[in-house]
T-cell receptor
Framework: DGGITQSPKYLFRKEGQNVTLSCEQNLNHDAMYWYRQDPGQGLRLIYYSQIVNDFQKGDIAEGYSVSREKKESFPLTVTSAQKNPTAFYLC??????????FGEGSRLTVL | QQQVKQSPQSLIVQKGGISIINCAYE??????FPWYQQFPGKGPALLIAIRPDVSEKKEGRFTISFNKSAKQFSLHIMDSQPGDSATYFCAAKSGAGSYQLTFGKGTKLSVIP
């Protein structure tokens, strides 16, 4: 089955710790994205990548980092510099037609 | 800067009724307007989409109406069912070669029996 796999589904972090969220796709899509979802805020773009070894900041990139070493993988690191990291994180991919395919999300809670 | 404004924030509709969600945009370079449906704890999934060269697109009970001059588009759900209860997001993509979608803030729809 083709799709987007995000892991872990739930993650707890202590303040001051970095955490990495995994995103893997087997759709052969060039573009991958990370969105943050908060209640009433919609989907806000953190980072996106259109090709391997290249990525761009979205609207709320501060406190986050990404890498794109393989076409299939686009991990997101939430660093200790992110002041309010508790949120639902969504990874997506696209072939460029406009349609985004989303994973099932990772819920991060800071204790 | 919110480029896609979505309303209402929440909507309660009786079973069998019509649900209507509206979006407005400012960027005339937008050329693709999708609607996404999201159930609790899941990622959004594409529901229906339209390009600005048509004024309406229908898929089953779901219809997008598009008004290019007013820079508005809306989602109509006919014969709304409890299973339609979800959060709906409108979005827009600008120009050829752009890979980015700009999302509205979402509408939480509750369909009551």
């Amino acid at each position: 089955d083709g799709g987007i796999t995000q892991s872990p589904k739930y993650l707890f972090r202590k303040e001051g710790q970095n955490v990495t969220l995994s995103c893997e796709q087997n759709l052969n899509h060039d573009a991958m994205y990370w969105y943050r979802q908060d209640p009433g805020q919609g989907l806000r773009l953190i980072y996106y990548s259109q090709i391997v070894n290249d990525f761009q900041k979205g609207d709320i990139a501060e406190g986050y980092s990404v890498s794109r070493e393989k076409k299939e993988s686009f991990p997101l690191t939430v660093t200790s510099a992110q002041k309010n990291p508790t949120a639902f994180y969504l990874c997506a991919s696209s072939s460029g037609t406009g349609e985004l395919f989303f994973g099932e999300g990772s819920r991060l809670t800071v204790l | 800067q919110q480029q896609v404004k979505q309303s209402p924030q929440s909507l309660i509709v009786q079973k069998g009724g019509i649900s209507i969600i509206n979006c407005a945009y400012e960027n005339t370079a937008f050329d693709y307007f999708p609607w996404y449906q999201q159930f609790p704890g899941k990622g959004p999934a594409l529901l229906i989409a339209i390009r600005p060269d048509v004024s309406e697109k229908k898929e089953g009970r779901f219809t997008i109406s598009f008004n290019k001059s007013a820079k508005q588009f809306s989602l109509h759900i006919m014969d709304s069912q409890p299973g339609d209860s979800a959060t709906y997001f409108c979005a827009a993509k600008s120009g050829a070669g752009s890979y980015q979608l700009t999302f509205g803030k979402g509408t939480k729809l509750s369909v009551i029996p």
